[in-house]
Structure formats: C-alpha cells, structure tokens
C-alpha cells in the first residue's frame, strides 16, 4: 500500500511537471507570435517608407528629365529639322556646341537623331541607325502616333528587341502653311543612368521629417530597371527583401519611362530613426534556449526523481535485508541463550557448544552493526581514521584467527600467505573491518569446503592485500558497480545470503580513507579476487619469507 501510495504521488509530481513544460511552450509561443506581430509591424510601415522613396524617385527622374532633357532637346531639334529638310552627321554637332548651356546639357541624352523625310515618309537617321528591325517598329508607332491632337510636344517609345531596350523620344512641330515636321532621337542609356543619379542626389529622397534628418540617400537602396530587366541604375546598401517596395512607371511626362520599374528599401540600420523602438529583432533563438533550457529542467527533474525513487527502493530492501541480517543471529542468540537458562543441555559439550554459537552470532551481529554505523558515518562525513605505522602481517594473522574462531566449524579452509616486514600506516580497526568483510563476502558467496587465500606482499610501494575465493565470481561491467551502496548483483537478489549491500562499499570508504584503492578481478584459478593496495610506510621486499597464521 505505501509503495503505491509513493508511486501515486511520484506520477503526480511527473504530470505537474509535464504540465509545466506544456504551459511553457505555449508562453513562449504566444510571446514568439506577439514578437512576430511587431516586427511585421514595424516592417510593413518601413515598407510605406520604402514605397513612399519609389514614388520619390519616379517624380524626380520623370520631371527632370522629361522637363530639363528631353522637352528642351526635342524642342531644339525640331527647331533645327524645320530650317533644314534633311539631317546629318552634322546635327549632333550642332546641339552639342548650342550658345544655350540647357541644350548643350540635354544633348547628352541622345546617341543619335532622326526624322520623318518631307514627302517621301521614309525614316532617316543622322548615323548609327539601330538594327532594322527596331527602324520598322519605330515607324510603325511613329505612323499610327496622332502628335498634334493634344498629346503633347513630343512621346516616349520603348522597344525591346534581342533582350536590348531601344529608347526614342519623338517630337512634332507644325508651323503655319508649312508640313509638319516629325523628328527625335535614340536615348544613350549610360547619359541617362548618370543623368538620373545626379537627379536623386541633390537632396534627401526620405523627407528630414520622417528620418529626424539622419536618414540620408546613402542608408536608401533604389533600383531601376528597364522594359528588358536590366539594372539601369543601382543605388545604396543591398536590400532586405521583407523591407523593399516595387513601383512601375506609368505613362508620366508621355511614356518616356513606360515599362520602368524603380524598386526601394530603407536599410535596417535606421530603423531607430524612423521607429520608435527600432526595427524588432527575432526573439526566436532567445525563446527557443529557454524552452529548451526549461524541458532540461524537467528533464532533469524527472531523471533526479527516478534517481530517488531508485535509492529509496534500495533504501527499503537495505532496511528489509538488515533486517533479515539482524533477525537470524538475534533468533540463535535467543534461542540458545533459553536452552541455558532452562537448563536444557544433557552434557557438558553441548554447554560449550551453546555459548560457542552465541559467541559466533553475536560477533557476526557485532560485525553488521559496526558495518551499518561505518556506513552511516560515511554518509554524514563523520567518519574518521586513525592511522598509525603498523608491520601488517600480524595484525591479518589476528585477524584471520578471530574470523576462523567465529566460524565454529564453517567447512572453509583460509590460507594466509603474509610477506613479513610489509608495514603501512593504517587505523587497526578499520583495517580488521576491512578484511573481515572480504572474507565474510569469501565465505557468504563461495561453495562449501572452499579454500579461501589471503596474501600480503609488497610491489611498487604498495602493500598489496587480496582475498581469493572460489565463488562464481563477478559478471563483466560489474566490477566497479559491486562497490556502490546498496548494490548487489541480479543473481543474488532473491537469494537467502544476499547481504545488506553496503560491505563492499564500507571497504571502498575505508580503503580511500586510508589514501589506498580497492578493486576486482578475476581469480588465478576460480572465482573472484577482491585487491586492496594501500601505501608503505617503510621500504620492504617481495622476497621475505611468508608467516602463517
């Protein structure tokens, strides 16, 4: 009942935590999406800005240049083709030294001239005519074009031909009692992209209003490009494509941009000066590293929980196993120390015999206890050691004589084989712990009438202990686990001589205390080797003879 009790409540605390996590995700997600809300906020109105530039720079290109360059050099061409029915080379000439400085400036626009011949129709070029393709089309349009009804001094006409754009600007002139007269020329695109640049750079295409005077045309991107695609003018930073607005040129001042596009974009970086707050940053990475450093938590949590929802079950089956350990001496105690007191021993022998048994269990219960206070020492860090210089072979030999007198008749055979002069500086108790808990193991896991070795030797500056027994020994990767608290190996769980699981860990502590190591390994010959090492004291060799207990 407790126990399923402790795993209601541990399936509470994991659904609370799960829970946890679950509302956390779905904060980060509302913030994530009110984060994203204003950012394409803040996007869409520099957008506006971006669009506002486009309209800016499609006003000032058109009304510049079809005002100050090509209204002025059309109306000085014309003036030019009705004093002279023909044009040649010549006229270039003549436009490029005019005594006005406005035509000598618009003159740069053009690559070449043309007229509508007086008479014959026909389409004549000054020099480098275009391909005669493009002359066709030009006087098709130029045909089928009605100039003197109202549709202004003169028109625009784009034509791409072979992925070129051929630019003409036409103009008519009608005098009285005279036949009107069609003239124009071919834009020169290089002219023009300089022509616009300069254009757009005299002053600020953001009004000061809006940029707070900091929002210069060096922080602007603007692009234009013509009929075909190709990139007449480029200005400014490389766009952010969230921020930049495209705008096609209509038909202002007759067409002469007709199928331009301008495409514009504020740069980041100024995003301060004409938003209050700036242009947001993502926060997806910020809220990404907490709900992943959130679902780490829980996560550890839960693994914490699992860790001591382990330790307490080991925790009960170390209380159940002392348990055990206590009751069955307790039970011998008592059962022999009745047979005493009523008097029920028919001989002498059997007398002896019941206080040996009750001499052997209550040293077994005195060496449990002292395992279980070490133990319980160790966990509060209390535990202290007494070391002291000692020459270890007497003190394993007495130890080994008080193991053997505790065993009445246990059919094990121990072999000491004690090198002599082998000393070290240990604590004597500890050291008698250790070792009887080695051999307690020996004795408790290994089959009856084993032959149980314990040997002392010297090498490399250590004194080197080990208990051989002839158990099963210890499975593969459960050599360094066997040491831990409470463990006990799968096999031996549900057998009548499991132990507390805390005798192999006493000795590791005591061992460690003592500057020295403890590990297993496999036998010379069956079972299982358990080798302490702790340090000299005095210099020794391996070659003194062996004393015997």
């Known amino acids: 009942m407790a126990w399923n009790s402790r795993n209601a409540r541990t399936a509470l605390v994991v659904a609370l935590l799960l829970v946890s996590l679950v509302t956390a995700s779905l904060l980060a997600v509302q913030a994530y999406m009110v984060s994203r809300y204003q950012r394409a906020a803040a996007e869409s109105v520099l957008r506006d800005y971006s669009s506002l530039v486009a309209d800016e720079v499609i006003r000032r290109s058109t009304a510049d240049v079809g005002y100050y360059g090509y209204y002025v050099l059309v109306t000085a061409l014309l003036r030019e083709a009705q004093r002279s029915p023909f044009l040649d080379a010549s006229i270039k000439s003549k436009l490029d030294a ?7 400036k618009a003159a740069l626009l053009a690559k070449t001239y043309f007229r509508i011949e007086p008479g014959t129709e026909k389409l004549l070029f000054a020099a480098e005519p275009p391909p005669s393709a493009v002359i066709d089309w030009l006087h098709q349009q130029i045909s089928a074009a009605r100039f003197s009804n ?11 031909y072979q992925g070129q754009v051929f630019q003409f600007v036409v103009g008519s002139a009608r005098a009285p009692a005279v036949q009107e007269t069609i003239a124009g020329f071919q834009v020169d695109a290089t002219a023009l992209s300089r022509w616009i640049k300069s254009v757009l750079d005299r002053q600020p295409l953001l009004p000061p209003s809006l ?11 603007v692009s234009l490009r013509d009929p075909s695609g190709a990139v007449l003018l480029h200005e400014g930073p490389q766009a952010v494509p969230a921020l930049t607005a495209t705008k096609s040129v209509d038909d202002a001042y007759q067409g002469i941009f007709a199928g331009y596009t301008v495409t514009a974009a ?34 550890a949590a839960i693994l914490q929980l699992r860790r001591e929802m382990a330790l307490q079950r080991l925790r009960d089956e170390f209380v159940a196993s002392v348990s055990h350990e206590l009751r069955t001496p307790l039970t011998q105690i008592r059962m022999f120390t009745e047979t005493l007191l009523l008097d029920r021993v028919r001989s002498n022998d059997e007398h002896r015999r019941s206080l040996e048994i009750i001499d052997r269990e209550a040293r077994r219960l005195g060496q449990l206890v002292e395992n279980v206070l070490q133990f319980s020492r160790s966990e509060r860090k209390t535990a202290s050691i007494a070391r002291s210089p000692r020459e270890l072979a007497p003190l394993l030999a007495e130890i080994v004589d008080d193991f053997e007198s505790s065993m009445n008749g246990t059919p094990v055979h121990i072999e000491p084989r004690l090198a002599a002069g082998v000393a070290a500086e240990v604590d004597s108790d500890a050291l008698r712990q250790i070792v009887l808990n080695l051999l307690d193991n020996a004795v408790k896991y290994g089959p009856k009438g084993q032959h149980i070795l314990l040997s002392l030797e010297a090498r490399d500056s250590k004194a080197i202990i080990f208990v051989e027994d002839e158990g099963p020994g210890i499975p593969e990767g459960e050599g360094q686990r066997i040491f831990e608290r409470f463990h006990r190996l799968e096999r031996d769980r549900q ?27 496999a036998g010379q010959r069956v079972g299982a080797r358990f080798v302490v090492e702790l340090p000299l004291a005095t210099a020794s060799t391996n070659a003194a003879p062996e004393v015997s207990a």
């Open 150 to 160: 109202g549709a202004g001094p003169y028109r625009g006409l784009n034509f791409v």
């Open 98 to 104: 005019s005594d006005d400085p406005a035509v000598r």
């Open 266 to 299: 504020l740069d980041p970086q100024v995003a301060d000066a004409v938003i209050i707050g700036g242009l947001p940053r993502s926060r997806l990475p910020f809220f990404l590293g907490l709900l992943v450093l959130n679902a780490a938590l829980i996560v």
């Open 211 to 221: 940029g707070h005077g900091k929002v210069t045309n060096s922080f602007l991107h």
């Open 495 to 521: 057998s009548a001589t499991a132990g507390t699981g805390i005798g192999l860990s006493v000795v590791r502590d005591l061992v460690i205390g003592h500057d020295g190591s403890c590990h297993v390994e």
